[in-house]
């Protein structure tokens, strides 16, 4: 059962995406919560409990202790790599490919929004489909990495040098890659809407994206099932869950066609 308030939500959400020129998506662990893998601030998931994540998910603290930042991306690798897309994932490439979605821009590694078939993804925090040797910056496939270091719990090391060889995710610490960072960017000054789905916005430079956005005209949709730091700045909030609302989204706008 969904309120009226939310039927009505929804409604809006169909109209101003059937109206916007430019519009984007800004997505978080919340997209993929449906799919299986726990985002990173629901008490419940445990994955930052017990674990100063400075010490683990830092590059300095994967550098001086890989094995225990292996240890900790264990769980998280192993549900990622066995995930499909949801609903929302499917939504959103969807949209894409009637032209009512220009691209995404995501924190999410779990590369879930290229299998539901988006195009112009921009993955901010990187993704698990490579790995580079720390020393000798060799590029390595990083899905049989991760399944052999998931069954032994070994440290992969680079067949060329012996170094340790670290998924191209972004830790903290680290740069955003550039290229990616600098096209989202563009595309969220362009973006007349953004559909911000399943994120926190604690996490920056990324959570700075929809908010250009908004300085340059955007409207922002925020859609999360908790309260979001830029909430009171959105144009229409939206507390539910993205693999339930979104399919309902695409349901009208098929309705109204
Ligand atoms: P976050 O964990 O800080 O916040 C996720 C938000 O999504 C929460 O506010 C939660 O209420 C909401 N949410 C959870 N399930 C939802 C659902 N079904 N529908 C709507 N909202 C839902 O996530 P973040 O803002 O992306 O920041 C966390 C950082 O952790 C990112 O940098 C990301 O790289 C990383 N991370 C990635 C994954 C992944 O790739 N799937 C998973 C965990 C963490
Ligand atoms: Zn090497």
């Not at 994967?62 to 225990?68: D, E, I, L, S, T």
């Not at 998931?150 to 340790?164: M, T």
């Not at 996490?203 to 099932?225: C, H, M, W, Y």
């Amino acid at each position: 059962m969904m309120t009226r308030d939310i039927q009505e939500s929804l409604n809006r959400v169909a109209a101003l995406l059937a109206q916007a020129k430019h519009a984007i998506a800004f997505t978080g662990a919340g997209i993929s919560t449906a799919s299986g893998i726990p985002d990173f601030r629901s008490p419940e998931c445990g994955l930052w409990n017990n674990v100063d994540p400075l010490a683990v998910a830092s590059i300095y603290g994967f550098r001086q202790n890989p094995q225990a930042f292996f240890d900790w991306i264990r769980p998280l690798a192993s549900l990622t790599l066995n995930a499909n897309p949801n609903a929302a994932h499917y939504a959103l490439a969807k949209w894409e490919a009637k032209g009512l979605l220009k691209a995404v821009i995501t924190q999410n590694i779990d590369m879930l929004h290229t299998r539901a078939g988006s195009k112009r993804v921009y993955e901010l925090h990187g993704h698990l489909r490579e790995a580079t040797c720390i020393h000798c910056f060799t590029v390595y496939a990083a899905v049989p990495l991760i399944q052999q270091f998931i069954e032994d719990g070994v440290v992969p090391h680079c067949p060329k040098c012996g170094s340790v060889i670290k998924p191209n995710l972004i830790l903290f610490g680290e740069q955003l890659p550039a290229r990616e960072l600098m096209a989202a960017k563009e595309a969220a000054r362009n973006a007349d809407l953004v559909l911000v789905i399943g994120s926190s916005l604690e996490v920056f430079p990324a959570a700075d994206l929809p908010l250009l956005a908004q300085r340059n005209g955007a409207k922002v949709v925020i859609i999360n099932l908790e309260p979001t730091r830029f909430d009171s700045l959105a144009y229409l909030v939206l507390q539910a869950d993205a693999a339930v609302v979104l399919p309902q989204i695409v349901h009208r706008m098929e309705l109204s066609q």
